[in-house]
């Protein structure tokens, strides 16, 4: 049983409850569950790589046989006929989950620190009214967001799925429970030498709380990159990519090829994020208890 | 003639300055408290117009009769009754949203829990794979849309080609639109998707209990690892419970994009039609804002009983 030892590594005999029937239990089921969680993810690189002819196949086959990156170049020629050019979609889901990111970590930061360091008064108050929004997805306030948007002309702008990203509940809570982690000794001394709360907060604690704010990138990256904002937009030259590939999937079964090569084009960018940044993720999340 | 006596200043110059607004506003930029007002602004702003002025409106809102275009005129609980007495699909909805997150809810916390719990098991490199593998789907943008191929109703899809050729199935099973299994279907796929932040938060979790306390609890007679998990693992979890149980309570009652993307808008019979979608029917498409607000309201005010009743009983389980 070399292959158990290997998976869970040695334990030095520190913990005894374990058991080798439990041990190949375990790693049987975790192989199952692993195999049912890839294969979306498998069947839509194949289904991507197929040309026409294997996708109409019958009976059809699970694995590609002579692999072609047509149906990649297909997405462009998709978009055309929408006469918006995939660049465009693409280079919107850009730009408004750069910017929704950015302006998410700073203004969740900044006020992350003086809900956790500072001094103001309703610190408290205002911190559990946060937590409570914590409960109330995107999809759940979509509709009564639609109206105060509309009243601020925001409706059919990129501004509609940007600005509500700014103050993200998620994201403050995050920011703050991991700054509750810096000592206050260190605050005091630099406030002691004469520092303000800025110069605190950008000096001191932010290069202090990297984890969390890389993990807020992440966080932040994945659920904006793949919102389609359907409710908000409908001019296509602002449309983002997910509503590009909803759109693509719409087409039954003479898309499945494309359909997937947008699937895979659109998974890359936040796995990739997230195996870069994985151990920090984990490092934050060590800190987001409800108490 | 009396000379005017020249009025002596009741307060000393020095410290009437301090106590005018304007000294209030000095007194604190020297204690940092006006950066500090600066520093929240911004976030404090954003705040309260997309988070809290949506949902304050939707329960004002809720008691009008509101096209967007007129002005809002007040009916009372018109909204509400016409929900419970006229609007079946409503109540098609409620159902189909509870039997819903009455699976998905506690199956994918339970999922969370114990694949965090056996991931937390292997060995640091394999871990991070596992914890890749498993978390996939939930970040992978729209990725879930590769489901209506998998289940495609016709001889085609994956799932009816398989079991056409193993004889299990004579005819291709129209899975996302025949009503008999559209919401098993969704049901699955959201298991798919479940492993998220909430999976994350455990595995952090169990990553930060310290070593010595299953040392101890060795010692102390711990025989095998459930006992370890349930005696040891959970109570030290507590706040990271209930991080994960609000999540989830956001996800199973969110459920929506799914619904319609798998098992089209509006779904046969609708089958899969769940309160969310109720509400963007009449928010988007016919404009009746008070009555949609209504739907938000009620929806709000389920989500926070229910995050009470589970804070409860996590609160005495694990302390």
Known sequence: MGILKQVFGARAGKRVSRSMGGDLGIFSLMIVVAAFMCLPFVYAIMQSLKPMEEIFIFPPRFFVRNPTFENFRMIGRFANSLWVPFSRYLSNSVVVTVTATLGQIVFCSMAAFVLSKGSLRGRKVLFSTIVAMLLFSYEVTAIPLYIVLSRMNLVDTHGALILPMFAAPLGLFLMKQYMETVPIAVIESARVDGAGPFLVYARIVMPTVKPAWLTLVILSFQAIWSREGLEFIYSEQLKVVPTLLRQISAGGIARVGIGAAAAVIMMIPPIVTFVVSQSRVIETMAHSGIK | ?319
Request: net charge positive; proline share 5%.
């Open chain 2, 1 to 319: 003639m009396r000379q005017e006596p020249v009025p002596t200043p009741l307060i000393h110059p020095a410290r009437s300055r301090l106590s005018s607004p304007l000294g209030g506003l000095r007194r604190m930029a020297s204690s940092g408290r006006l950066t500090e007002a600066a520093m929240i602004a911004p976030f404090l702003t954003f705040f309260l117009l997309f988070t809290i002025l949506p949902v304050a409106a939707a329960i004002v809102l809720s008691l009008t009769d509101f096209d967007m275009i007129r002005m809002p005129r007040f009916i009372g609980f018109e909204n509400y009754v016409r929900l419970f007495i006229e609007d079946d699909v409503y109540l098609i909805a409620v159902k189909n949203t509870l039997v819903f997150a009455m699976i998905t809810g506690p199956l994918s916390y339970f999922a969370c829990l114990v694949f965090a719990w056996l991931i937390n098991e292997l060995r640091p490199g394999i871990r991070s794979v596992m914890t890749l593998l498993f978390y996939a789907p939930s970040i992978a943008g729209n990725v879930f849309f590769i489901w209506i191929f998998i289940f495609s109703g016709d001889a085609n899809g994956l799932v009816n080609s398989t079991l056409l050729r193993l004889g299990i199935l004579q005819d291709a099973v129209k899975w996302l639109t025949d009503p008999r299994y559209s919401l098993a279907i969704i049901i699955l796929v959201q298991l798919w998707l479940s492993l998220g932040v909430g999976f994350l938060s455990f595995i952090a979790g169990l990553q930060s209990i310290d070593p010595s306390l299953y040392e101890a609890g060795a010692i102390d007679g711990i025989r095998n690892r459930f006992q370890e998990f349930v005696k040891l693992t959970l109570p030290s979890m507590g706040p990271m419970l209930m991080f994960g149980a609000v999540m989830q309570i956001a996800v199973s009652f969110g459920v929506s994009n799914v619904c319609s993307a798998l098992a089209g808008f509006p779904s046969t019979d609708y089958a899969a039609h769940t309160i969310v979608l109720h509400m963007q029917d009449y928010g988007t498409l016919r404009f009746e804002m008070g009555y949609a607000s209504a739907i938000a309201t009620l929806l709000f005010l389920t989500m926070l009983l229910l995050k009470r009743g589970i804070s409860k009983i996590l609160s005495r389980y694990a302390a």
